[in-house]
T-cell receptor, first 108, second 115 residues
């Protein structure tokens, strides 16, 4: 079992729709959870981080964490073509471990 | 957010030569920096943790004699790929946590091509 698992996608959504990205992790001791966006050929850019169970909202982005179920998700509202990228889930236990990423395509 | 720079952004070298990549934290001090490698269509893999003033900690399977890391100051870490081979061609990215925060900020990456 991989430490951090994500559906590779691609996830295709129409412009203006909600994109839902999911991630599960295996280490119950993980404390911090991050979502990064990576455009092709570029390095990751931090979008959201969440430490506590529940929801955290920042603009069009909402991160959701459920430690009991060991999953973290990212919702992107009003998706835009510029949101098309690979979204990396990362989990911090003793070190930051990345999932393989989910490709998101927003169609105009 | 905090700013991390890398130099060069891309480099092409011949097999058997060495290449040095610099990672700098521009607006904060970083006692720890991380070096990642990313092959096409794969996720980031942590290579090593660079510690200011002490030896780097390498992940399992990473050759410490091949990937030399030096963290001589609170704002600069360097990764030297020695005797590079084509299989070392990859996207190398550094990151640093901003002070006591958990978030890591990534440099723009260095694309290494070994011919």
């Amino acid at each position: 079992q991989k430490e951090v698992e994500q559906n590779s996608g691609p996830l295709s959504v129409p412009e203006g729709a909600i994109a839902s990205l999911n991630c599960t992790y295996s280490d119950r001791g993980s404390q911090s959870f991050f979502w990064y966006r990576q455009y092709s050929g570029k390095s990751p850019e931090l979008i959201m981080f969440i430490y506590s169970n529940g929801d955290k909202e920042d603009g069009r982005f909402t991160a959701q964490l459920n430690k009991a179920s060991q999953y973290v998700s990212l919702l992107i509202r009003d998706s835009q073509p510029s949101d098309s990228a690979t979204y990396l889930c990362a989990v911090m236990g003793g070190k930051l471990v990345f999932g393989a990423g989910t490709i998101l395509r927003v169609k105009s | 957010g905090a700013v991390v720079s890398q130099h060069p952004s891309w480099v092409i070298c011949k097999s058997g030569t060495s290449v040095k990549i610099e990672c700098r934290s521009l607006d904060f001090q970083a006692t720890t920096m991380f070096w990642y490698r990313q092959f096409p269509k794969q996720s980031l893999m942590l290579m090593a943790t660079s510690n200011e003033g002490s030896k780097a900690t390498y992940e399992q399977g990473v050759e410490k004699d091949k990937f030399l890391i030096n963290h001589a100051s609170l704002t600069l870490s360097t990764l030297t790929v020695t005797s590079a081979h084509p299989e070392d061609s990859s996207f190398y990215i550094c990151s640093a946590p901003d002070g006591g925060r958990y978030e890591q900020y990534f440099g723009p990456g260095t694309r290494l091509t070994v011919t």
